[in-house]
């Protein structure tokens, strides 16, 4: 028999932003069915007062998760981004405050790699503006500034999950594919590192952008980077918005420096469909804009329902923390027989020792024990048995200074 710390349908799920069914049915077999689902962002004064009570939360790359929403929340076990970027969550805040965050590091990857190649040949032959005019009846049969793409280098920056796949699809198209990339990256096919960006910028007719958002990347690709670019060349950002600087992309744009462009991610994104997007690039001939949709097929939102909320689910339920990107990660078996603590804390000397001895004073056999650190936090899983007191082990484990956390997960007979 299994006692739980709160009975599954207690346990309240609120996913944002659309997050796909399938997120819903693997929380289901899981046991978690009181779940609301949004179809949209939410900004900070409704995520303030829709936050509280909520145990799980769910979101994509537009809700914006701030130390002020995880003061407010105040039930807040475990946050999932059903995305790869995780920029949009204060993670050192999180962590600090004991919440693992997840992530599905490679589940649309591939959607992403789909689409820009199919952007290269769109903007190399200038379909936008010829489609646009024959839906108006015009009719623009030319060659000019039409090309194949055989033969051609795409130089791709930040060559991870997402970069390296566009290389190996490009080639497949007869590309040249050079990268750069801040650390080693092993290339695949005869992809080739270049030393710098100023040097792929210099080579490149086609330039991706595929780094995450962070310091580093903010305003990447400016003025001066996009003055490097040669000549009649393309730029694509399916990355984050802040990476490029929209103002003097339109130049560049306009004045013909740059010949096309597709991108589908800005820095300032609308909530939802009735928000109006705005943007310098609208009205563009040969730029394609599209509303974030790299990710977003069938496929990969299914795959990211399932990993997301698996992940959500096994530490909601066992503890296991394999995955978090803030947090010490854990794989946690499961005993037949016992009772499971979880404590969250600061990481200081001695608490260890003290953990130990709230359990070993009250005749309380320690049957598995886990601790890991990272940075400032400790996060320790104790299974024990013997005839304990749950509530009373709690509250100790609570008063020991430095403590962030301190819960019950289950209890086994
Ligand atoms: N448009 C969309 O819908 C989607 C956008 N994305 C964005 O694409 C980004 C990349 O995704 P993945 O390839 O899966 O990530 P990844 O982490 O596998 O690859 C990122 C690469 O960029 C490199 N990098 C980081 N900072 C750099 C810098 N300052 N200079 C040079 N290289 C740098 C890293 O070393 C790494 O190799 C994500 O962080 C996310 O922001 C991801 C999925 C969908
Ligand atoms: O996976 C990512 O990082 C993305 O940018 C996709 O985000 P989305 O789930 O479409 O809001």
Not at 59 to 71: E, G, H, K
Not at 150 to 160: D, P
Not at 224 to 250: H, P, Y
Not at 325 to 351: C, D, E, K, M
Request: charged residues 20%; neutral net charge.
């Amino acid at each position: 028999m299994t006692k739980l710390s709160l009975a599954k349908d207690k346990i309240r799920v609120l996913l944002l932003e659309g997050v796909h069914d399938s997120a819903i049915q693997t929380l289901a077999a899981s046991g978690y069915t009181n779940v609301k689902r949004l179809p949209k962002a939410l900004d900070e004064a409704d995520l303030l007062e829709k936050i509280k009570g909520v145990h799980l939360l769910g979101i994509r790359s537009r809700t914006q998760i701030t130390d002020r929403v995880l003061a407010a929340a105040d039930r807040l076990v475990t946050l999932g981004c059903f995305c790869i970027g995780t920029n949009q969550v204060d993670l050192p805040a999180a962590r600090r405050r004991g919440i693992p965050v997840f992530n599905a590091p490679f589940s649309n990857t591939r959607s992403v790699a789909e689409l820009v190649m199919g952007e290269i040949v769109m903007l190399m032959r200038g379909i936008l503006p010829k489609s646009a005019a024959a839906h108006r009846g015009e009719w623009i049969k030319s060659a000019a500034n039409s090309w194949e793409v055989r033969g051609k280098t795409l130089g791709i920056v930040g060559y991870g999950n997402i970069g390296a796949q566009l290389g190996i699809v490009a080639e497949a198209f007869g590309m040249r594919v050079v990268y750069y990339d801040h650390t080693d990256k092993l290339p695949l096919g005869n992809a080739r590192p270049v030393p710098s960006l100023a040097a792929l910028l210099g080579e490149a007719e086609v330039v991706s952008l595929h780094v995450p958002e962070t310091a580093e990347t903010a305003g990447m690709i400016g003025a001066a980077e996009i003055q490097a670019m040669r000549k009649g060349s393309f730029l694509i950002n399916a990355s984050r918005g802040t990476v490029v600087d929209l103002a003097a992309a339109a130049k560049a744009l306009k004045s013909g420096h740059l010949l096309g462009g597709a991108f589908d991610v800005f820095p300032v994104e609308p909530a939802g469909a009735d928000e109006e997007f705005a943007s310098p690039l609208r009205g563009l001939p040969n730029v394609i804009l599209t509303p974030h949709i790299g990710g977003s097929t069938a496929e990969a939102q299914e795959r990211i329902g399932v990993e997301v909320a698996r992940k959500l689910a096994d530490y909601s339920d066992v503890g296991s923390s394999l995955g978090a990107v803030n947090f010490p990660q854990t794989q946690l078996p499961v005993r037949p027989a016992g009772t499971r603590f979880l404590h969250i804390h600061q990481n200081v000397p001695g608490l260890l020792a003290q953990l130990v001895e709230v359990f070993s004073q009250r005749g309380a056999n320690i049957t598995g024990q886990y601790l890991q650190t990272q940075g400032e936090i400790g996060y320790s899983v104790v299974d024990a048995e013997g005839d304990l007191d749950t509530g009373e082990i709690l509250e100790a484990l609570r008063a020991i200074p430095g403590t962030i956390r301190a819960r019950f997960l289950f209890e086994r007979h």
